[in-house]
């Protein structure tokens, strides 16, 4: 409910801002975003994994583990990932150039690769967002 709540301020404060349209600018990004990637329910299943051993008051450590292997189960199946790329993003990080599309927009990229950090889409979502 808090996120909800912190979106929902977001969006209003997005379209009442100084004359810009930040969700007008955010627009390209989701799209990207969307092209790139299958949002499917299965990708929900390492959080399910988590919240399931949380609620069971199972160890941390082997549950996560357990997610990250979901995790790389539903990379190779539902967004097409290679063995090779999954490894790699183990180890390195995930970059832009494992998608099988090629995504150009830029603060796409940086949410990919970055996590959104440094997006800068306007002075005031990082104010917001803390």
Known sequence: MVSL??????LIHAKTSSGSDVAG???PTVDALAAGFSFNP???LPVVVVAVGAVL???????????S??????????QGLSVADIVGATINGFTGDMLITEI???????V?????????????CQVLMG
Do not use: F, H, W, Y
């Not at 709540?5 to 977001?10: A, E, H, K, N």
């Not at 008051?57 to 997610?67: A, Q």
């Not at 150009?104 to 940086?110: C, K, L, M, N």
């Not at 996590?115 to 002075?123: D, K």
């Open 104 to 110: 150009v927009d830029e603060r796409a990229i940086v």
């Open 112 to 124: 990919i690769e970055r996590g959104g950090e440094g997006c800068n889409v306007c002075c005031r």
């Open 69 to 78: 292997a979901v995790a790389a189960a539903t990379a190779l199946i539902v």
């Open 42 to 44: 299965l990708v929900l």
């Open 5 to 10: 709540g912190v979106s929902r301020r977001l």
């Open 25 to 27: 600018q955010i627009r």
């Open 57 to 67: 008051r199972k160890p941390p450590l082997p549950m996560m583990l357990i997610s």
